[in-house]
C-alpha cells in the first residue's frame, strides 16, 4: 500500500481510523483502570498488613 | 478445578505465571494483526478500505459474546456450588466485557455511516448488541450495588443467567430478521465464506484481544481477592 493511500484509506480515513482510535482508546482506558487499582488496593492491603513497615508518602 | 484454584495464594501463583504470557501473545499477535489488517490484506471490493474496520469490529463483537457466556458460566459455578472465586471472576470480566461490547457498538456505527448511510438503525442485530452492553452495564450496577459487596452477588449472577438468552438472538439476528447488518462470514454451518487473506488478520487480532482479556482478568481478579481480604482485615479490626 502506498504511503499517502495508507492514511487516506481510500477516502475513508474519517471511520477508519476513527474506528481504530475509540476501540484502542478503550482498551487503553481499561488496562489502565485496572492497573491503577490494583496499585491502589495493594498499597491499601499492604498498610493493614504490615502497619509497621508503612513508609512516610513524604520521606 | 474450581476446589484446586480456591486457595487464593494458590491462585495468584497460577495466575503470576499465566499473566506475562498472556501480555506477550497478545502484544505479538497485535503487531501481526495490525501489519495484516493494514498492510498485507486487500481493500473490499464493495466496501473498499472501510473493511478494515472489522478486523477491531468483528473480533470485539466475538469477545463481548465469549466474556458474557463465561460470565454466565462463572455464575452457575456461584450459584450452585457458592463458589466465591466463581463470583470474583465474573465480576473481574465485566468490565473488559462491557469495553468489547462498546468497541463493538462503535466502530460499527462507523462503518455503518459510509457503507450504509446511517450510524445507527434499530434493527435486530444492533438492538441484541446494545442490549448485551446494557446487560454488562446492568449487571455491574447490581453486583456493586450493596454495601456489602458479596450481597449483590446473588442477584447479579440470576441477571446474568437470564440474560443469556440475548446470545444466540445476537448471534442468529441476521438470519432470523431482516437487518442491515451482514450475515455471518466466519462461523457458518458449511464453514468460512470470507476470504483467507481477511479471515487471517481476523483471527491474529481476535488473539490478541483474547490475550488482553485474559491479562486484565487476572488482574481484576487478583485486585477484588485483595478486596475481600482488606474487607476482612477490617471488619475483624472493628470487632477486637
Not at chain 1, 484502542?24 to 499492604?46: F, G, P, Q, V
Not at chain 2, 477491531?56 to 457458592?82: D, E, G, Q, T
Not at chain 2, 465480576?91 to 456505527?109: C, H, V, W
Not at chain 2, 448511510?117 to 434499530?122: A, I, K, L, P, S
Request: hydrophobic residues 55%.
Amino acid at each position: 500500500m502506498v504511503m499517502s493511500h495508507f492514511f487516506t484509506m481510500g477516502g475513508y480515513a474519517f471511520y477508519v481510523w476513527s474506528s481504530w482510535a475509540i476501540g484502542m482508546a478503550i482498551l487503553i482506558a481499561i488496562t489502565w483502570h485496572s492497573i491503577s487499582h490494583a496499585r491502589i488496593t495493594r498499597n491499601e492491603l499492604d498498610a493493614l498488613e504490615h502497619p509497621k513497615q508503612q513508609r512516610d508518602p513524604d520521606a | 478445578m474450581f476446589d484446586y484454584l480456591a486457595n487464593p495464594t494458590r491462585f495468584r501463583k497460577i495466575t503470576t505465571a499465566i499473566l506475562p504470557v498472556a501480555v506477550l501473545v497478545s502484544a505479538i499477535a497485535l503487531a501481526f494483526g495490525l501489519y495484516l489488517a493494514f498492510l498485507a490484506s486487500p481493500a473490499d471490493y464493495q466496501q473498499g478500505e472501510t473493511v478494515r474496520i472489522m478486523y477491531i469490529h468483528v473480533p470485539a463483537a466475538w469477545m463481548a459474546m465469549m466474556c458474557y457466556l463465561l460470565m454466565a458460566l462463572s455464575a452457575v459455578f456461584y450459584l450452585v456450588w457458592r463458589h466465591p472465586l466463581a463470583d470474583i471472576g465474573a465480576r473481574a470480566m465485566a468490565l473488559p466485557g462491557a469495553g468489547f461490547a462498546l468497541i463493538t457498538l462503535l466502530t460499527g456505527s462507523f462503518w455503518g455511516r459510509p457503507m450504509w448511510g446511517t450510524w445507527w438503525v434499530w434493527d435486530a442485530r444492533l438492538t441484541s448488541m446494545l442490549i448485551l452492553f446494557f446487560l454488562y452495564l446492568g449487571y455491574m450496577a447490581l453486583a456493586d450495588g450493596f454495601e456489602r459487596a458479596e450481597r449483590g452477588s446473588k442477584p447479579a449472577s440470576l441477571l446474568l443467567l437470564v440474560g443469556v438468552i440475548n446470545l444466540p438472538i445476537i448471534k442468529f439476528s441476521v438470519d432470523w430478521w431482516n437487518t442491515l447488518h451482514q450475515g455471518s462470514s466466519v462461523l457458518r454451518l458449511d464453514g468460512p465464506s470470507i476470504d483467507p487473506a481477511m479471515l487471517k488478520p481476523l483471527l491474529i487480532m481476535a488473539l490478541a484481544m483474547l490475550g488482553w482479556f485474559i491479562a486484565i482478568t487476572i488482574l481484576r481478579m487478583n485486585t477484588l481477592i485483595m478486596r475481600r481480604r482488606i474487607t476482612n482485615l477490617e471488619s475483624r479490626k472493628s470487632w477486637s
